[in-house]
């Protein structure tokens, strides 16, 4: 294990994940990849123990591949709260335009996922940092419930929760210091079309940070009066957008939970952390470049952000 | 004159603008301003005048506001080569949608633009920065033709010369070495649809340096392997988008004339500038938040730009 998750910091803290762990079946214009790994929970834990311990919750179907909980494992990813239950996993397909920020559903079937609650290990109450993938807004306070008391809560939700259970995720919200949504999450959770007024209104809901994820135009945070902006890593082929958002809050949460700094400026590292991490997941389908990334491919392109963003400041 | 230009570098050097000159008339959801001052040549040179001494080729009718004309002198723009010819000024009536990216074409008169051929006062041919914003590349060309040396030669275009004049307008390009044009045209002017391979394709063309302007999302900067990302100031409030394009070239090359700085760090700078006065621009109609901007508002923006980019490089 010890060479996988070398770089990670040596005061990493434990970061808590709960979320969909689901078998894809994606379609992009130039290719099709039946039947791999996908779920907002994989992404996220996967780019998360790049930077620290993750302990992940969730429930796969007996069919789900043994090779890669074994990977999620020798990732050093705590498998104690992912039930494996009879029956089969989550699946999604979705096929993707020319203009990769449109996708469709084609298909999808909770399956075991289906009246699943989410029960947390013993050891995993007293974990310090914790993320609140898309799932139902019920299933994520079920999860806060059983934390002891978490040092950041972070959260991400999606259209239809948006729309079909207001109250219990404004309920939620008033919970989660930091949301992690999209761009058009953002316009309908607020009502408000311009990004900077959609922000506002949404750190009034509960949320004292804000980052809204715009695809391949970066991200916005929003905290206080401050704003960050952090481009994408202009690429020459995104091959398979599929879970980079997912990748992204791993990233940041990781990071954060690698360093213990939750300031503004730790915040903004962490930023450019997450979307490093999913510039490369963007590379190939499913996880598939996560698989052979190091911890020194992610410094690098680190380094090539800061190339990519500075201009003299005098 | 001297307190309007107040902050203008010592060592600014004059700035050639070839271009349209228009009384607009633009609806928004909101409101509706009839009959305003417009044109690409205006926004970019009133822009451009915080920075360098403008010098502006172009025609206008005689119906065309003496005020205005008087605004442009007194902001250092020399009009010489600003024909005044009996008839009509150019014409444009524009209607933003809901989404302020989309805009239609209500109608458009050339006017006294019809038949039009730039002609250069003796004193504009040795100016060492030009600007061809979008007109006919073969107007381009023609004003091209009578610059004596320009140390720096920049051009606009849009969709219209890219599908008819495809043959000038490659001739041109040759002969162009910064291209400052929005994400549609390049997609366009390419083939790709991807932005980094449509920017490496038309570094193939002959500019070496382009720029490639994303409205709300900001700007890449495409010049050999290195890329540069600027997002755009983030505003509650758009109010009229027009212009903002030519505002953002204006402030780029005015910038660039006054230090005379076309290195690599230079130019970064010069397109921070370019958004900071492009993002007042679009907070009123027509040119009217540039009546009263100083070049302290500028000096100010530009910081917040810093606060707005910045993290932890190390």
């Given at each position: 294990m010890g060479e996988i998750v070398r770089g990670r910091g040596p005061g990493a803290e434990p970061l808590v994940v709960v979320g969909s762990v689901a078998i894809d079946t994606i379609e992009t214009r130039?290719?099709?990849?039946?039947?791999?790994?996908?779920?907002?929970?994989?992404?996220?834990?996967?780019?998360?123990?790049?930077?620290a311990p993750v302990r992940m919750v969730g429930v796969v179907g007996e069919d789900f591949p043994r090779a890669d909980l074994d990977w999620f494992r020798r990732r050093g990813i705590d498998l104690a709260g992912v039930e494996i239950r009879p029956g089969r996993t989550m699946r999604w397909t979705g096929r993707y335009h020319e203009d990769m920020n449109v996708r469709d559903t084609l298909s999808f079937e909770a399956n075991v996922f289906d009246g699943y609650l989410p029960t947390l290990p013993p050891a995993y109450c007293d974990a310090p940092f914790v993320f609140l993938a898309n799932i139902a807004p019920s299933l994520q306070a079920r999860v806060l419930d059983q934390m002891r008391a978490p040092r950041l809560v972070g959260a991400d939700t999606m259209n239809l929760w948006i729309e079909t259970t207001r109250d219990e995720l404004g309920a939620l919200l008033r919970r989660v210091p930091l949301l992690v949504i999209n761009d058009e999450e953002a316009r309908l959770l607020s009502g408000e079309r311009n990004v900077v007024r959609a922000a506002r209104r949404i750190l009034e809901l509960g949320p004292t940070s804000l980052m809204i994820k715009r695809g391949e135009y970066g991200v916005l945070f929003f905290s206080g009066d401050s704003v960050f902006s952090?481009?994408?890593?202009?690429?020459?082929?995104?091959?398979?957008?599929?879970?980079?958002?997912?990748?992204?809050?791993?990233?940041?949460?990781?990071?954060?939970?690698?360093?213990?700094?939750?300031?503004?400026?730790?915040?903004?590292?962490?930023?450019?952390?997450?979307?490093?991490?999913?510039?490369?997941?963007?590379?190939?389908?499913?996880?598939?470049?996560?698989?052979?990334?190091?911890?020194?491919?992610?410094?690098?392109?680190?380094?090539?952000?800061?190339?990519?963003?500075?201009?003299?400041v005098t």
């Open positions: 130039a290719d099709r990849a039946p039947e791999v790994l996908g779920g907002a929970a994989t992404y996220f834990a996967v780019a998360a123990s790049f930077f952090a481009p994408a890593y202009p690429l020459e082929e995104v091959f398979d957008p599929t879970g980079a958002g997912d990748t992204f809050a791993g990233g940041v949460m990781g990071y954060l939970a690698s360093t213990g700094d939750t300031s503004p400026a730790g915040i903004r590292k962490a930023i450019v952390y997450g979307s490093v991490v999913a510039s490369f997941t963007v590379e190939a389908f499913s996880l598939e470049r996560l698989r052979t990334l190091t911890r020194d491919d992610i410094e690098r392109r680190y380094r090539q952000f800061v190339s990519l963003t500075s201009f003299d």
